[in-house]
Structures are given as structure tokens and as C-alpha cells.
Nanobody
Framework: QVQLLESGGGLVQAGGSLRLSCAASGRTSSGYAMGWFRQAPGKEREFVASITWSGGSTLYADFAKGRFTITRDNAKNTVYLQTNGLKPEDTAVYYC????????????????WGQGTQVTVSS
């Protein structure tokens, strides 16, 4: 089992940036792919970005391409989501997730989840 703790959320004006972090602890052996998802009030949880264990491959939702960047530092057991050019519609709780194996876009693939960090973008 892997425990995940997100941080870095907050209130930012439209056009601003935030760097979200997700620190992993517990059975952090090699091979874990990581993902970021988000859920806005009244909406389904949606995929944002994911990254392989090596960091060599990434996937992004269309809305994230060109604005968000997912990276990881395995020495620190931490994955990051740099969010730039934030829009009010990016307001949501952002969740970090992990799975042993290859990355993917479906939340159902991931069996370890953090508690989430709130991102609020004002217009």
C-alpha cells in the first residue's frame, strides 16, 4: 500500500500558476505510475495527466496540454503538477493517484489515492 499526500493548492487569479506536489510513502517500490485527476463540484472526477515510473512518458488531457506539466523525482518519492495559465474552469479538488504498472487515463486503473488539494481560480 502506498500513502499519498498532496500539497500546493490554493487561491489564485486567472492566468496565475500553482505547483502541486504529491509525496508518496509506504511501499514505494519501483514500478509505480502516477496520475493527477480533478473533480469540480457536481462533476465527475476527470483525468488530468499521468507519468510512467521512469518519467520518460507522459499523457495529458486535452485541456491540460500546453498549460500543465507532470514530472516526478523518484529520489524524493514525489510527483509534481505545474499548472500555468489557470482559468476559473480549472477550479477543482486535485487528486494524486498511483498504480503498480503502466500509466493510464482511467481512474479505475489506480488503486492508491490521496485526499486531494483544493485549487480555486478567481476571474
Amino acid at each position: 500500500q502506498v500513502q499519498l499526500l498532496e500539497s500546493g493548492g490554493g487561491l489564485v487569479q486567472a492566468g496565475g500558476s500553482l505547483r502541486l506536489s504529491c509525496a508518496a510513502s509506504g511501499r514505494t517500490s519501483s514500478g509505480y505510475a502516477m496520475g493527477w485527476f480533478r473533480q469540480a463540484p457536481g462533476k465527475e472526477r476527470e483525468f488530468v495527466a499521468s507519468i510512467t515510473w521512469s518519467g520518460g512518458s507522459t499523457l495529458y488531457a486535452d485541456f491540460a496540454k500546453g498549460r500543465f506539466t507532470i514530472t516526478r523525482d523518484n529520489a524524493k518519492n514525489t510527483v509534481y503538477l505545474q499548472t500555468n495559465g489557470l482559468k476559473p474552469e480549472d477550479t477543482a479538488v486535485y487528486y494524486c493517484a498511483a498504480r503498480l504498472g503502466y500509466y493510464g487515463v482511467s481512474a479505475a486503473l489506480y488503486d492508491n489515492w490521496g485526499q486531494g488539494t483544493q485549487v480555486t481560480v478567481s476571474s
